[in-house]
């Protein structure tokens, strides 16, 4: 199994780091969880605002994924996030963190995310800081989500996979993390009304899974 790398080890020294920075990575060393939640029941998931959706979760297979959720170390901190190509057979064109099933040749979540994330938008591992875990995220198609929050060096670079990602694009963490900024939204799913977490950043609308983490992160690092 897997673990997160302590970003103490790599990381500068605090006073060369801007207030926001070093605010993001003192709260992610002690509010993060160190180990993956990959056992008991999923806490969190689409089913916390749509109850129903867990009776149909648990007539389904649970799938183990992972994602990560790449906090580029600039001044005023950012999060990296995926347009999903126009193509793919599910979530078409929907933003999302790079991600996706844990494979069997995986070490564990955390070897899922980084790996995932090199094969869709070239990001190497090499950049990447691992800091730590959220809880496991439950989707309403029997995903159970690992998430993975790191910090990723400024001069990385990108190479994006065409058949999976239509592009990458990074959004303020401030703006993320600021409740304000939350919003709950409804439609009807496998003739159910959803209820989910979304956030409309410029032109961008951030819904479902993806937003449910990031508020995710929001309670357990800075509510």
Do not use: C
């Not at 990385?156 to 996979?161: A, D, I, Q, V």
Request: charged letters at 25%; glycine letters at 6%; a negative charge.
């Amino acid at each position: 199994m897997d673990h997160a790398v302590p970003f103490s080890d790599a990381a500068p020294a605090e006073a060369e780091l801007s207030a926001p920075l070093a605010d993001f990575l003192t709260r992610a060393r002690t509010k993060l969880m160190s180990t993956p939640d990959i056992a008991g029941d999923p806490r969190r998931g689409d089913h916390e605002l749509t109850p129903e959706f867990r009776a149909l979760v648990d007539q389904r297979p649970v799938r183990a994924a992972a994602v990560l959720i790449p906090v580029i170390m600039r001044p005023e901190p950012t999060v990296l996030l995926t347009l999903r190509s126009a193509h793919l057979p599910s979530h078409a064109g929907q933003i999302a963190f790079p991600g996706g099933k844990i494979d069997p040749t995986d070490a564990g979540p955390l070897d899922a995310a980084l790996r995932e994330a090199e094969e869709e938008v070239g990001l190497e591992r090499a950049r990447v800081r691992p800091l730590g875990y959220l809880d496991s995220y439950l989707s309403r198609t029997g995903y159970r989500i690992v998430p993975v929050v790191a910090a990723v060096e400024t001069d990385f670079g990108l190479r994006l996979n065409p058949g999976e990602v239509d592009e990458a694009f990074e959004v303020p963490l401030d703006f993320l993390m600021s409740p304000a900024n939350h919003q709950r939204h409804s439609r009807e799913a496998e003739g159910l009304i959803r209820t989910f977490h979304a956030m409309a950043y410029e032109k961008r609308f951030i819904w479902g899974i993806t937003a449910g983490i990031l508020r995710t992160l929001y309670e357990r690092m800075y509510a």
